[in-house]
């Protein structure tokens, strides 16, 4: 589910659905179909990243066989966008960390949870590399999957590491929070 606070009023919960329209012509519970799809692939593609990233395991073709034929609801969740996301991120690792390592500021990549790390390099891999993905829905995205995957402290550290990223990659104007204009 998407978290984009400039929609939200006082006191609502981020996490719940809503039948506030949101976009002309589409109900919240209408989003909430089809938005999950795309957030279960995220999270599919991170737990494989992870697990490849503790293995030390760069068989892609295999690791995700592994992954997706150890459970039915990783099967069926699996999909074309997590398939793409996941290669990618595999594919550009060098570039991407080197992205990630000129964001962190006293941190080493090597330290960082393993979970952290593999949540940033796909997020940066969808803030590089996917253009049609808006930056913020990216930021909000990986923010709430470290939320549910990381320590208290992942989703604050994510947002600030994909908030600097974000600043710089060209063509993806990064909005402010709240959808006022900056000055």
């Excluded at 995220?42 to 066989?65: G, I, K, P, S, T």
Aim: proline share 5%; glycine share 6%.
């Amino acid at each position: 589910m998407q978290r984009i606070e400039s929609r939200m009023t006082a006191g609502e919960d981020a996490r719940a659905p809503s039948n506030r329209p949101i976009a002309m012509g589409t109900t919240g519970s209408q989003v909430d179909t089809l938005m999950p799809r795309r957030r279960i692939q995220r999270e599919l593609a991170a737990q494989l990243a992870y697990a490849m990233d503790v293995a030390h395991d760069d068989d892609f073709e295999d690791a995700r066989y592994r992954f997706t034929q150890a459970e039915p609801k990783r099967r069926k969740g699996w999909g074309e966008y997590a398939e793409r996301l996941a290669r990618e991120a595999l594919a550009r690792r060098d570039e991407i960390d080197a992205r990630l390592r000129g964001a962190l500021q006293h941190w080493r990549l090597e330290r960082l949870a393993a979970i952290d790390r593999a949540i940033l390099r796909l997020a940066v891999c969808e803030l590089l590399y996917f253009p049609e993905m808006p930056s913020r829905v990216t930021i909000d995205e990986f923010i709430d999957i470290a939320r549910d995957y990381g320590n208290d402290e992942s989703p604050a550290f994510v947002n600030g590491v994909l908030d600097a990223i974000a600043r710089h990659v060209p063509g993806k104007e990064l909005p402010p929070v709240g959808g006022g204009e900056e000055e």
